[in-house]
Structures are given as structure tokens and as C-alpha cells.
């Protein structure tokens, strides 16, 4: 395993000045560099984004799942996983064909533009559909969003009984970070390969 160190040097950002360990089995520093692990370690609150485009926006909303089976529950479950694999997929292959991060794409839209393609994709011949495909592609990568905000909310909660701080009024105005994520991580050199490699 792979022990990776560094800290935050950012005084806005939560985490600010400790130590941080990354551990990962990820081996090799030249295909995945520390900084870069470092990096994608803080993106993992990005599970919450998949969560809302599976049940608020894929699923019909305020419709539970059909079935009254446990096996018919679990085969519609994994219906709606691969279906959100699906436009991701097709939603990575635009952003790369545009150059883009694939978090600059519209989920909602990439689904509405596939529903809509899906029937002229049937009415043609498969000899067009690499032509259709390549139109599908553009369009999904034409609708952008922002990119996202640099910024930072308090570790507070509005209850007592939790392991935060109770919101008050000073976290109304939080002080919002100076720099990018990717600027603020700052790798803590143990040896020339940037992390420690334990058997």
C-alpha cells in the first residue's frame, strides 16, 4: 500500500494546516502522482451528485419501483445503475471529443437529448448510426454548465446532538477559499517517489 502526506495551505479550507494521509493501492507515482490523488481524494462528495441524477432526475419522481418482489426490486435497481452508466458513458465520450471535464455537461439534458434520439436511431440503418452518434455528441456537449464555485461552508449543524458546532451567526459569512483546490495541496516529500510503499 501506498501512504500519501500532504497538507492544505489555504486558511479558508477546512483542514487547514494538518497533517492529511491518503492511502491508497494505487502503486506506481508515475501513472498516478501524489498531487493529483490528493486531488480526486476531495472529489468524493461527488457520490452525492450521482445520487440526485439516479432518483430525482432519471426515476420518475414520487413513483416507488414497481415491483412487489424482492428479485423484481433488486432487477430494477440494477436497470436504473446501468441506464445511469449508460449516459455517463456517453456523456464522458462528448466531453472528451470537446475537450471538457465531463462535470461541465448536463445530466438532465444528456438524458432528455438521448429519449429523444433513441426513436431515430431505431428508423435508421445501422450504417447511420455512427453519424447520428457523432451528432449526439455535439449536442450533449453544447449545453454547459458554470464551472463549479471555489468555495467552503462551515462544519456546523442547525440540531445539538451531533459532533459539529452549532451554527451561529458568524457562519452566515464564511471566509471563502483564495485559491483552487488543485493550488492549496501541498505533498509532503517522505522520499523521492512522494509517498511510502508498505508490503
Known amino acids: 500500500m501506498r501512504v500519501i502526506e500532504y497538507t492544505i495551505d489555504d486558511p479558508n479550507r477546512p483542514g487547514h494546516g494538518e497533517l492529511h494521509r491518503l492511502i491508497t493501492s494505487l502503486l506506481d507515482p508515475q501513472l498516478y502522482p501524489a498531487h493529483t490523488l490528493a486531488c480526486e481524494y476531495h472529489q468524493r462528495w461527488e457520490i452525492e451528485i450521482t445520487i440526485d441524477e439516479i432518483d430525482t432526475h432519471q426515476r420518475l419522481p414520487n413513483l416507488p419501483l414497481r415491483s412487489h418482489k424482492p428479485e423484481g426490486v433488486i432487477q430494477e435497481a440494477f436497470g436504473l445503475l446501468l441506464a445511469h452508466y449508460a449516459v455517463r458513458v456517453i456523456m464522458h465520450d462528448a466531453a472528451t471529443q470537446a475537450g471538457l471535464d465531463p462535470d461541465r455537461l448536463s445530466f438532465v439534458n444528456a438524458v432528455h437529448l438521448i429519449s429523444d434520439v433513441i426513436a431515430e436511431f431505431q428508423m435508421t440503418t445501422p450504417e447511420q448510426w455512427p453519424h447520428l452518434y457523432q451528432r449526439l455528441l455535439k449536442d450533449i456537449a453544447r449545453y454547459r454548465l458554470p464551472q463549479r464555485a471555489n468555495r467552503s461552508n462551515p462544519r456546523v449543524v ?24 488543485q493550488e492549496t495541496i501541498v505533498i509532503l516529500l517522505r522520499r523521492p517517489s512522494q509517498s511510502v510503499i508498505l508490503n
Open 158 to 181: 442547525k440540531r445539538k446532538m451531533s459532533k459539529f458546532k452549532l451554527k451561529r451567526d458568524i457562519h452566515r459569512h464564511w471566509p471563502q477559499p483564495s485559491k483552487a483546490l
